[in-house]
T-cell receptor
Framework: NAGVTQTPKFQVLKTGQSMTLQCAQDMNHNSMYWYRQDPGMGLRLIYYSASEGTTDKGEVPNGYNVSRLNKREFSLRLESAAPSQTSVYFC??????????????FGNGTRLTVT | GENVEQHPSTLSVQEGDSAVIKCTYSDSASNYFPWYKQELGKRPQLIIDIRSNVGEKKDQRIAVTLNKTAKHFSLHITETQPEDSAVYFCAAKGSGGSNYKLTFGKGTLLTVNP
C-alpha cells in the first residue's frame, strides 16, 4: 500500500518546454488534487477532481491542464513552462464524496525548476 | 471563495513551553478544519482535525479549539520537544460549490530550542 505516488521527484525544464507530472493513489479515493507550494505562500490549489470524470479549477490554474485518467490517476500538464512555475508540486487524495470531511493524503512532491 | 489567515508566520519557543498558532477563516459555512505538519523536505501530514460540530479536540500534547462565531481556530502544542520543529499549516474546507476544496493558511515555522 504505497498511498499517493508522484513522479518524477525532480525536474529541470527550459522555458517553453512541456511536461506532465504523474500522480497515482491506491487507496480507492474519489477526490484528487494538485497543489503548488512556494516559500511564504503556503499550499495553493491548482486543479482538483472531485470524482472520476470531473475536473475543476482551483486558485491558480493558469498555465496548467489536468487529466483524471481513471479513479487512481490524476496528471498535471505544463504546456509551455515559465520560470514562475518553479515550485514544489504536491498531489493529494481524499475519500471525498458529497459532504464528506476526510483528510488529504499527500504524495512526496515534485520539485520543478524552470530556467 | 474561502480565505484563511494564519498567525504568526514564525514562532520560536523553548523546549517544554507551549506553542499556539491561530487561524481565521472567511466562509461561515466551512465545516472541517485540519492541521498539517510539514518537516523540512517532506510532505505535509495530518496531525489533528476538527469538525464544526465540536468546540475542542485533544490528542496527547496537541489540541485544537474552534470558535465558529468568531470564525477562528487554534492549534495548541504543550510540552514542546525539538522534534515538534516544523512548518504547521491550518486549513478550512468550504461549502456548497467549494465543498471539495481545502484552503490552506500560509504556514507557521515553529522552532523548538533545546
Amino acid at each position: 500500500n504505497a498511498g499517493v505516488t508522484q513522479t518524477p521527484k525532480f525536474q529541470v525544464l527550459k522555458t517553453g518546454q512541456s511536461m506532465t507530472l504523474q500522480c497515482a493513489q491506491d487507496m480507492n479515493h474519489n477526490s484528487m488534487y494538485w497543489y503548488r507550494q512556494d516559500p511564504g505562500m503556503g499550499l495553493r490549489l491548482i486543479y482538483y477532481s472531485a470524482s472520476e470524470g470531473t475536473t475543476d479549477k482551483g486558485e491558480v490554474p493558469n498555465g496548467y491542464n489536468v487529466s483524471r485518467l481513471n479513479k487512481r490517476e490524476f496528471s498535471l500538464r505544463l504546456e509551455s513552462a515559465a520560470p514562475s512555475q518553479t515550485s514544489v508540486y504536491f498531489c493529494a487524495s481524499t475519500v471525498g464524496g458529497t459532504g464528506g470531511n476526510s483528510p488529504l493524503h499527500f504524495g512526496n512532491g515534485t520539485r520543478l525548476t524552470v530556467t | 471563495g474561502e480565505n484563511v489567515e494564519q498567525h504568526p508566520s514564525t514562532l520560536s519557543v523553548q523546549e517544554g513551553d507551549s506553542a499556539v498558532i491561530k487561524c481565521t477563516y472567511s466562509d461561515s459555512a466551512s465545516n472541517y478544519f485540519p492541521w498539517y505538519k510539514q518537516e523540512l523536505g517532506k510532505r505535509p501530514q495530518l496531525i489533528i482535525d476538527i469538525r464544526s460540530n465540536v468546540g475542542e479536540k485533544k490528542d496527547q500534547r496537541i489540541a485544537v479549539t474552534l470558535n465558529k462565531t468568531a470564525k477562528h481556530f487554534s492549534l495548541h502544542i504543550t510540552e514542546t520537544q525539538p522534534e515538534d520543529s516544523a512548518v504547521y499549516f491550518c486549513a478550512a474546507k468550504g461549502s456548497g460549490g467549494s465543498n471539495y476544496k481545502l484552503t490552506f493558511g500560509k504556514g507557521t515555522l515553529l522552532t523548538v530550542n533545546p
